[in-house]
């Protein structure tokens, strides 16, 4: 049973009762029974997600840690904490269940100013541990059994008895559909064994044709069935030298059937990264394999036919491999492989790395900002600095960080991952990692050292990639290890959770309390993982990826934002991607069909900001950062996670990616401007456009206008010329503004001219000269219907006849010229005239 501890300090938890500032934890009168206005409806709730229904909720909870008020709410999926007055979700009081390690009740008595316990009201208080560093403590009022009915909640919802009841499988895969884990396995190993035109498919499962190769490397469909080895991929890749009978044999020789099967291969040097679990040496390191000792010397083929060096490197300490020889297994002996060299790294187990979880996890909830006991470390002991009032004080917080050895384990896993990159990419040798059974050390330094060799692990993609080959493929025990759901041992089809429970419990961080009683009942713990088997080996290597990270900030596609959210998605089993120990498993409960899929869901979260959303990393240059990372030692000194460890019990301090949100926002901003520039470029070159066609335009104009002049000259010149030939048959024409034709006609040049005016009532003549008219000229009929033409030859033709008859056209006058007389006279009447060219000789 995990108690809260005593402080042996004065100072007063829980708040002092003294205290009367409003909102505060101790305003709320605990002997008064109010009906309180239940202010929140399943209508309003629109936090809620799909599916997500209320089971419980409690009114006029206190959330201790930040002594907000408000109301309490437990779901199918998450425990939700609304501000009492803003109604909005606070984050640190909401946490979904499968995220909660354990809960417990417990009932405090606050020592009053009177000292009489018995009249002091009781607190009553819920604390939730959660897996993702947080304690928090909720405060009910006393006789209205809100606690008992929350609690009820939480045991029905994180403990069900049938698989299918988790939250995971309500909404189905909705629009996060999981394609399947198989297909991009292969696609996969077809990138590393340099395959890349082909593509994998559900078929060339079905039909067993992903069986490539390479001049090294083979893909083979020995485990398609998993009959082999139940907790490794139905495809591994194994040396081309080496058949598949001889892979069924030499499998035996290693712990769970676990055999060295290669995680990743130099594409230009061929030297491989492989991984297995501990060999079956014995005690005395006598037993030997012979097809085990042929598969790990086939590691080191080269291509030109000689041997490189291999590398077999043991996570374990060499004590601990020494003892695990009395069970059996054991190391490798370097003299019984070929060209080897046997390493050990000193990682500790799973226990070490739970025990060190819980320690961390404590120091940030007793030092933070925000504690589970409603106090700041400032206030503390008593006094008013930072770590209890004095520096020896300080030293110590110090020391109790160092003592929790997670930092220390951290920096062990990097110095292995980067030892082992360093072997393959400086010295081109294979390496062999293993550990004991290979899914737990080995899957952290085999993913870490994948990550600092291949830049395409450091995409999203190709992140997505690694989780999926190297720990979800080769069967990290998720259910075991993070208390995801899994299913019993028989494997029925109706998958019913395990409920069995340890005799231990987890320590945890109990709740600070000074003077004062109380009362606990023994913690509940999600999900009804083993304890034993619980350990944050898969959050240890995250925080190793976030270290990696810190060394090269523009080496990787994603931020430690993206890496924050994908570990809360792991952690609330949202998602199937993570559930039970094994593909086959998954495979067993057709998880990838009934669950959504947490990559789609991440990926859509990008999709609608791009490479402004808060997962992509601003400073990222995949062009300088396209080689391997190779770490040096002084390097490799971790630090606290600011984003994962700080974020509840330091949320200030935590924001230690204000930097990387300041250039988020520049380069947002940017981006807006460079859509901006884009647009004004576009309508430049549609202005450009119009300018251009107007340009042509004018210029079609210019050319009309040309050409109209050129015709209007033409028209002029042939008016004068026109002028002319009338000129020299006698006579002269002159048209005035007002439209009146004066028609002046020589008898005798010698003679005095006759002036006749023929007003626009007795001639009707017209001149038009325009450039869409030629020139007419037209001479009728006065109003009585004489020719005027006609009376005007009678009297002064010379050559008429004595009887006054006119002789045209046999008259004299005919042989001048005068063909115009009674004729309608237009440019083609002209063209037709035969007229001297003497006629238009300049005078």
């Not at 029905?156 to 008895?161: D, F, H, I």
């Not at 374990?316 to 492989?337: F, H, V």
Request: hydrophobic letters at 35%.
């Amino acid at each position: 049973m995990d108690l809260p501890r005593h402080r042996a300090t004065p100072s007063t938890s829980l708040r002092d009762t003294s205290d009367s500032s409003t909102g505060s934890w101790d305003a709320i009168e605990w002997t008064k029974i109010e009906p309180i206005a239940r202010f929140v409806s399943h209508a309003n709730l629109d936090f809620l997600l799909e599916d997500e229904q209320v089971m419980a909720e409690g009114h006029g909870v206190v959330l201790v840690n930040t002594d907000d008020a408000g109301v309490l709410i437990v779901t199918n999926f998450r425990v939700i904490f609304l501000s009492e007055g803003t109604r909005k979700v606070i984050a640190l009081g909401t946490i979904p269940l499968a995220t909660i390690e354990k809960f417990n009740k417990t009932a405090v008595k606050v020592q009053s100013n009177t000292r009489q316990l018995d009249k002091t009201p009781t607190q009553r208080l819920l604390q939730v541990i959660g897996k993702d560093m947080r304690i928090i403590v909720f405060g009910f009022r006393p006789r209205t059994k809100q606690r008992r009915a929350i609690y009820d909640a939480l045991l029905k919802c994180t403990k069900p008895t049938v698989l299918w009841d988790l939250y995971a499988f309500m909404p189905g895969p909705s629009s996060f559909q999981n394609t399947s884990p198989l297909v991009r396995l292969l696609d996969e190993y077809f990138r590393l064994i340099g395959k890349v035109s082909h593509h994998a498919s559900l078929d060339m499962i079905e039909s067993g044709s992903f069986t490539l190769s390479n001049e090294l490397w083979r893909i083979s469909g020995v485990n398609s069935s998993y009959t082999m080895c139940q907790n490794y991929p139905f495809a591994l890749v194994v040396p081309k030298s080496i058949s598949d009978d001889e892979v069924l044999q030499a499998c035996k020789f290693r712990a769970r059937c676990r055999l060295p099967v290669i995680s990743w291969c130099h594409p230009v040097t061929g030297a491989a990264l492989a991984r297995s679990s501990q060999p079956l040496v014995g005690l005395m390191r006598n037993m030997r394999s012979n097809l085990d000792e042929k598969l790990v010397a086939a590691l080191c083929s080269n291509l030109d036919g000689s041997r490189r060096k291999l590398y077999i490197a043991d996570a374990r300490p060499k004590k601990n491999a020494i003892a695990n020889g009395a069970m059996g297994g054991g190391s490798e002996s370097s003299s019984n492989y070929f060209q080897s060299e046997v390493i050990f790294f000193g990682i500790d187990n799973i226990h070490a790395m739970r025990e060190s979880f819980v320690r961390l996890r404590e120091y940030m909830d007793t030092h933070g900002r925000t504690s589970s006991d409603g106090m700041s470390s400032f206030l503390r002991h008593g006094g008013s600095i930072w770590g209890g009032g004095n520096l020896s004080s300080m030293s110590a917080s110090v020391s109790t960080l160092g003592d929790s050895g997670w930092l220390l384990h951290i920096q062990n896993v990097l110095a292995g991952a980067a030892w082992i990159a360093a072997r393959i990419a400086m010295e081109k040798a294979s390496v062999l990692v293993h550990c004991s059974d290979g899914w737990d050390r080995t899957s952290q330094l085999v993913s870490l050292a994948n990550l600092l060799l291949d830049p395409y692990y450091r995409t999203f993609k190709g992140f997505q990639a690694l989780v999926e080959k190297d720990w979800l493929a080769f069967g990290h025990p998720f259910s075991d290890r993070v208390g995801t759901p899994s299913i019993s041992e028989c494997g029925n089809v109706s998958f019913e959770l395990s409920r069995q429970q340890s005799s231990t419990s987890i320590p945890s961080s109990p709740m600070h309390q000074s003077s004062g009683t109380f009362t606990s009942q023994p913690p509940a713990s999600s999900h009804a993982h083993n304890s034993n088997n619980y350990s944050p080996i898969f959050l240890q290597w995250a925080d190793c990826v976030s270290q990696v990270m810190r060394m090269y900030p523009q080496a990787f596609e994603f931020s430690a934002a993206f890496l924050v959210d994908f570990l809360d998605c792991m952690l609330s089993s949202r998602f199937g991607n993570f559930f039970f120990n094994s593909e086959k498993e998954r495979l067993q409960c057709n998880i990838f069909e009934s669950c959504g899929c947490v990559w789609a869901y991440l990926a859509d979260r990008r999709r609608s900001e791009g490479a402004s959303h808060v997962h992509c990393n601003p400073f990222y240059e995949p062009l300088k950062y396209n080689g391997p990372l190779l770490p040096p030692a002084a390097a490799l000194a971790p630090t606290l996670w600011p984003q994962f460890h700080l974020r509840w019990a330091c949320p200030e301090e935590a924001q230690s990616g204000e930097i990387e949100a300041q250039c988020r926002k520049i380069k947002l901003k940017n981006h807006e401007m460079q859509k901006a520039k884009e647009v004004a470029e576009r309508k430049l070159r549609e202005n450009t456009n119009t300018i251009e066609s107007l340009n042509a335009e004018l210029r079609r104009e210019k050319l009309l206008n040309i050409s109209a002049m050129t015709k209007s000259k033409r028209i002029i010149k042939e008016n004068t010329d026109i002028k002319r030939a009338i000129q020299s048959i006698g006579c002269k024409i002159h048209i005035s503004n007002s439209g009146d034709c004066i028609l002046d006609i020589e008898n005798n040049p010698e003679n005095a001219v006759q002036k006749l005016h023929f007003s626009s009532r007795q001639v009707s003549s017209s001149a038009v000269i325009n450039d869409k008219k030629d020139i007419s000229l037209s001479v009728t009929e006065d109003d009585e219907g004489n020719n005027v033409i006609s009376r005007i030859c009678e009297t002064l033709c010379p050559f008429r006849s004595r009887d006054g008859g006119c002789m045209w056209p046999n008259g004299a006058c005919a042989q001048l010229g005068s063909q115009f007389v009674g004729l309608k006279a237009n440019f083609d009447a002209f063209d037709r005239l035969s007229i001297d060219d003497s006629y238009f000789k300049p005078k």
